[in-house]
């Protein structure tokens, strides 16, 4: 886009074949250079160069553009062309047939209508329109007859279609599922299921099955039985507590109120576990660094 | 049954020794409160009491049972150690060879060649290599050399019940020897409750009164955890001082380091087992429902 941006920007001049006149300078408005970006061109032309219908030739953008072009209505392009070069001076003409003051016409204007085919130091002032009466007139009356609020209009329609276009592919992209993490663990490295690594050991003999089922019968009841004791346990202690409740209830209100209020600062309750042995009083553990190797994916 | 009920509670509840004016109201309020659901039943007679019965106050006392947890693992029973044997054995049997052990048995295999074939050993590698099986030797001497702090402590041995370092896998309570009347008892620390601080401020008060103010235990909670009621002996009772209300409350002993408690009164560390040997058996009872077996 921004390179057919140039494009229009390289036609327009164009009707003006090899137009080394008007100065081979290129100002920031038309960046002639091929094939740079339009992000330069754009501050100063913000709605220029696109919007120029009849310049949607096939040629391919690129130094190669010649000056033979037909243009039916050079000069409307060039008013399009200084008006859109010059926004920040003046305000858009509303009819094409105005004429442009002197003073209005931007210098940088004039720059663009070089070829930018010619990399040729340009000396010699060269007639660029045959409506340019003298070559001293350079600067002058150059008829701006296009309809620049016509042209912004499809620029900015342009924009933004391609803002619209960008965000949709990227709603695209977002909307995809996100890719699963893998979990380190359930991954079992290839080497680890060589069969050299498959362990020999003798076959478990009847006696001993026969063992190992009856200790984990055994142990079911032992847990069981734990399990009952931790439960009738736990059902005492919020008996107790609901009597003392009670009871708190019957004396004072105030202080019942004040019992059953909720404890902000209990949880969450950190403690360390017990060991299996108690510290060692003045141990001095053995220095070192811990590097953490763990893979932090990002979804 | 209902409405002797009611009478009850209204009784109780207009009783607030000391205060009984300024709530009066207010306990005229809670009377009609607490016996709403049963004013059709026993309308009358609920607000007579109320105003005209005698108040029976029970006096209000916060006791702290502060409660040191557990250093070490308790041993495994029977059942359990033949289990975590069991789990270990179908652990290995289902397992792969890790590196080490591969590595282990490569080696012996090179030595059982070098055995057998009998060739020169300078042969086979001019550095000296080390084995697997040295490493692991390595190892068990490290291991062996190591001496972890002992699980039954000198403090165990002696029976000292004054210090912390005792019954290292167990909850260890504070008890302390009170005067109650003329008696000498030993209570969990208990403290009489003053107008305007909650129960539980009580319990911390009295936990501060017999360790000290820097002492760092965690109450669980506002609610008392069980209670206590008794009546004083007829000799002191009176009208407005029939008996008391203990409210025991919990908390955890977070730190281990109490040289800075100055303890003016005898004070013991027992277990829940040992309690038996000091309080008497109503209390006991009493105190045992909210204390877990550890």
Known sequence: ?299 | MAALMAVARSRAGSGRRGARRERGGKMAGHCGAMAAPLRQRAAGRVRWVCSAAAPRPWRLFGAMCLLRLPRITQPLEKEEEEMAALMQQIELEKSHYSDHEIRKLEEEEQLKRRKESSYDEDEASGKTVIMAQDLEEKWEQKFLRFKAAPRITDADKSNDRRSLNRKLDSNLMLLVKQKIGNQELWLLPQAEWKPGETLRNTAERAMATFLGDHIQAKTLGNAPHGIYKYKFPKAIRTEDNVGAKVFFFKAFLQSSDLSQAKLKADYLWVTKKELGDYLNSEYLKKVNRFLLDL
């Not at chain 1, 026969?210 to 008996?239: P, S």
């Not at chain 1, 017990?274 to 979804?299: N, R």
């Open chain 1, 1 to 299: 886009m921004a390179q057919r941006e140039q494009l229009s920007l390289h036609w327009e001049p164009a009707a003006v074949p090899a137009e080394p006149g008007l100065g081979c300078a290129r100002g920031p408005s038309a960046h002639a250079v091929p094939g740079e970006t339009g992000a330069g061109a754009v501050p100063s032309n913000p709605s220029s160069g696109t919007g120029c219908p009849h310049s949607a030739l096939g040629n391919p953008p690129g130094s190669t553009h010649r000056a033979a072009l037909p243009l039916p209505c050079p000069g409307q392009r060039l008013c399009g062309l200084v008006a859109a070069a010059a926004p920040a001076r003046r305000s858009r003409p509303s009819s094409c047939a105005e004429s442009v003051t002197p003073e209005s016409v931007s210098p940088y204007v004039l720059y663009s209508f070089s070829s930018c085919s010619s990399w040729l130091p340009q000396r010699v002032p060269l007639r660029g329109n045959h409506w340019q009466s003298s070559l001293l007139e350079l600067r002058t009356s150059l008829p701006v007859r296009a309809q620049p609020k016509k042209k912004k209009k499809v620029d900015v329609k342009k924009e933004q279609a391609q803002k619209e276009r960008m965000k949709k592919k990227i709603k695209k992209l977002e909307k995809a599922a996100p890719e699963l993490i893998p979990i380190e663990d359930f991954i079992t490295p290839l080497k680890y299921s060589e069969s050299n690594r498959v362990r020999s050991l003798p076959a478990l003999s009847p006696e001993e099955s026969e063992r190992r089922v009856l200790l984990l019968k055994k142990w079911c009841v032992f847990k069981q039985k734990q399990d009952e004791a931790e439960k009738k346990a736990i059902k005492a202690l919020v008996e107790s507590q609901q009597e003392a409740l009670q009871e708190l209830r019957l004396e004072s209100e105030e202080l019942y109120q004040a019992a059953i209020r909720r404890d902000e600062g209990l949880l969450p309750f950190e403690r360390d576990g017990p060991s299996y042995t108690p510290p060692l009083p003045g141990y001095d553990p053995p220095e070192g660094k811990c590097v953490d190797i763990t893979k932090v994916y990002t979804q």
